[in-house]
């Protein structure tokens, strides 16, 4: 059972470089979703997804796309990579209906540092 | 729009003794809560859930939380630590018009031999 599965593990990107973070999942779930951890600071939602074609923005979204081809797979896109991005990026997954209690199942996470 | 808070960012206990985890939520209607547990190096594991039904809600490695509406808190409980339940535990709610989680800032537990 893969479950979530992200990669790179870690990554180490110069100011201005672009970078995709990989995520797939394999629980045929249609809700993922993208977080950022910075020590303190908890994990804050990026940008989401619902299913395949549809993307939406969470809380700290400038900076990053996103898109949903397939229901699988949720990559985050950095095009132009800046210190204030070094943080650890978490994916997330879960099959949400019509309830609000569902959890969300994580990958180990991306640890990102732009020097 | 809704948000919780850990007062607590770090807290060490001895092993053997008991943990409360403290978590306050900010949210106008019935709150979906979560807690989770993140070893160093890892992704986040579920421990427990409240939706709705018994206010005393067991999850998994012996934690136990409470929900209080009258204090809007869901405190995480345990009654004897072990020395692998050192961690970062989050406590979450549900955002229903995303239908993704808005996390605390998270409480460090360390344990002493």
């Known amino acids: 059972n893969a479950g979530v599965t992200q990669t790179p593990k870690f990554r180490i990107l110069k100011i201005g470089q672009s970078m995709t973070l990989q995520c797939t999942q394999d629980?045929?779930?249609?809700?993922m979703y993208w977080y950022r951890q910075d020590p303190g600071m908890g994990l804050k939602l990026i940008y989401y997804?619902?299913?395949?074609?549809?993307?939406d923005k969470g809380e700290v979204p400038n900076g990053y796309n996103v898109s949903r081809s397939t229901t699988e797979d949720f990559p985050l896109r950095l095009e132009l990579a800046a210190p204030s991005q070094t943080s650890v990026y978490f994916c997330?997954?879960?099959?949400?209906?019509?309830?609000?209690?569902?959890?969300?199942?994580f990958g180990n996470g991306t640890r990102l540092t732009v020097t | 729009a809704q948000s919780v808070t850990q007062p607590d960012i770090h807290i060490t206990v001895s092993e053997g003794a008991s943990l409360e985890l403290r978590c306050n939520y900010s949210?106008?209607?019935?709150?979906?809560l979560f807690w989770y547990v993140q070893s160093p190096g890892q992704g986040l594991q579920l421990l427990l859930k409240?939706?709705?039904?018994?206010?005393l809600v067991q999850g998994i490695k012996g934690f136990e939380a409470e929900f209080k509406r009258s204090q809007s808190s869901f405190n995480l409980r345990k009654p004897s630590v072990h020395w692998s339940d050192a961690a970062e535990y989050f406590c979450?709610?549900?955002?229903?018009?995303?239908?993704?989680?808005?996390f605390g800032s998270g409480t460090r537990l360390q344990v002493q031999p």
């Open positions: 629980m045929n779930h249609n809700y």
């Open positions: 949210y106008g209607a019935t709150p979906y």
């Open positions: 997804s619902v299913g395949a074609g549809i993307t």
């Open positions: 979450a709610v549900m955002d229903t018009g995303r239908r993704a989680l808005t």
């Open positions: 997330a997954s879960s099959y949400m209906t019509g309830g609000y209690n569902s959890p969300l199942h």
């Open positions: 409240y939706f709705s039904g018994d206010t």
